[in-house]
């Protein structure tokens, strides 16, 4: 009874929870103004990042630290950053070994330094070159995986017997994968039909699909770094969530991915 309630409770919290950032990510997303959508993508990114040190730090290793968030910031909107902004990253980080008094955890600081502006930075750097592109893909790619999430939640629980990666989260399964994947799919292409008729709905569904896929091995990856870290979430900060890393994995591999792929298709004149 207990635990029934207490499952409860953390349902309840979720739903509160998207029930506030669904419009105001929605809003910031599709029709606010660039300066509203960049200071809270902003806020998100360093949110994350905060997230993230935490993470490093319980692998025992020092966490980037206000380094990192000077260079992700540079990386999210200093416009045209790109390899040569990775790169300059790369230096610093490896420069920083200078001021250190132990030089023996040097090399997986810089590297953990890294990883971080990448994958948390430069995953929504892409966000912001989908939004370029155009808004509405935006939302596409970040809510696709809201609505696969779901799919999978209640197929893996009705229907899941064969797990997916039982050392790295044992809940998962791949009938709740291919749940996933299908739901993203019809979602994406449900949002087309009625908001970018002009897209081709194969385009469309090729798209939301590989997204979903990327966007499944982001939730992976990030349970991975919590699992070695032995954390069960990555932060406090959203009720009946977690952390931000925790609600925004699956976007930080699944935006670079649609971004990429729409490129691909401009080049291609492909309607998208």
Same mark, same amino acid.
């Given at each position: $009874?207990?635990s029934g309630s207490a499952r409860?409770?953390? &349902?309840?919290? /979720? !739903?509160?929870?998207?029930?506030?950032?669904?419009?105001?990510i929605t809003y910031a997303i599709? *029709?606010?103004?660039?300066?509203?959508?960049?200071?809270?993508?902003?806020?998100?990114?360093?949110?994350? $990042?905060?997230?993230?040190?935490?993470?490093?730090?319980?692998?025992?290793?020092?966490?980037?630290?206000?380094?990192?968030?000077?260079?992700?910031?540079?990386?999210?909107?200093?416009?045209?950053?790109?390899?040569? &902004? $990775?790169?300059?990253?790369?230096? =610093?980080?490896?420069?920083?070994?200078?001021?250190?008094? @132990?030089?023996?955890?040097?090399?997986?600081?810089?590297?953990?330094?890294?990883? #971080?502006?990448?994958?948390?930075?430069?995953?929504?750097?892409?966000?912001?070159?989908? /939004?370029?592109?155009?808004?509405? *893909?935006?939302?596409? =790619? !970040?809510?696709?995986?809201?609505?696969? @999430?779901?799919?999978?939640?209640?197929?893996? +629980?009705?229907?899941?017997?064969?797990?997916?990666?039982?050392?790295?989260?044992?809940?998962?399964?791949?009938? #709740? =994968? %291919?749940?996933?994947?299908?739901?993203?799919?019809?979602?994406?292409? &449900?949002?087309?039909?009625?908001? +970018?008729?002009?897209? &081709?709905?194969?385009?469309?569904?090729?798209? =939301? #699909?590989?997204?979903?896929?990327?966007?499944?091995?982001?939730?992976?990856?990030?349970?991975?770094?919590?699992?070695?870290?032995?954390?069960?979430?990555?932060?406090?900060?959203?009720?009946?969530?977690?952390?931000?890393? @925790? /609600?925004?994995?699956?976007?930080?591999?699944? %935006?670079?991915?649609?971004?990429?792929?729409?490129?691909?298709?401009?080049?291609?004149?492909?309607?998208?």
């Amino acid at each position: $009874f207990v635990s029934g309630s207490a499952r409860r409770v953390v &349902a309840m919290k /979720r !739903i509160a929870t998207a029930l506030v950032l669904i419009p105001v990510i929605t809003y910031a997303i599709v *029709w606010a103004p660039w300066w509203v959508f960049s200071t809270l993508l902003s806020v998100i990114a360093v949110l994350c $990042f905060v997230e993230y040190n935490g993470i490093v730090a319980a692998h025992g290793i020092p966490k980037p630290g206000w380094a990192g968030f000077v260079a992700g910031l540079v990386v999210l909107l200093l416009p045209g950053a790109g390899l040569g &902004a $990775f790169t300059g990253v790369a230096i =610093a980080s490896m420069a920083l070994a200078l001021w250190s008094k @132990d030089l023996k955890n040097e090399l997986a600081r810089a590297g953990a330094m890294l990883l #971080g502006v990448g994958y948390v930075f430069g995953c929504w750097r892409c966000a912001i070159g989908l /939004r370029g592109i155009d808004p509405r *893909w935006l939302f596409i =790619a !970040i809510a696709l995986n809201w609505a696969g @999430d779901s799919a999978a939640m209640y197929v893996g +629980k009705a229907f899941g017997r064969h797990k997916m990666a039982p050392v790295i989260s044992p809940g998962k399964t791949w009938e #709740g =994968a %291919a749940a996933s994947i299908v739901g993203s799919v019809i979602f994406a292409v &449900a949002v087309a039909w009625f908001w +970018k008729p002009e897209a &081709a709905w194969w385009l469309v569904a090729g798209v =939301a #699909g590989l997204a979903n896929v990327a966007g499944q091995a982001g939730d992976l990856c990030e349970s991975a770094l919590k699992r070695g870290a032995g954390m069960k979430d990555s932060g406090t900060m959203l009720p009946g969530h977690g952390g931000w890393l @925790d /609600r925004v994995d699956s976007t930080l591999f699944a %935006a670079p991915v649609t971004y990429g792929l729409l490129i691909l298709a401009r080049m291609a004149n492909l309607p998208f």
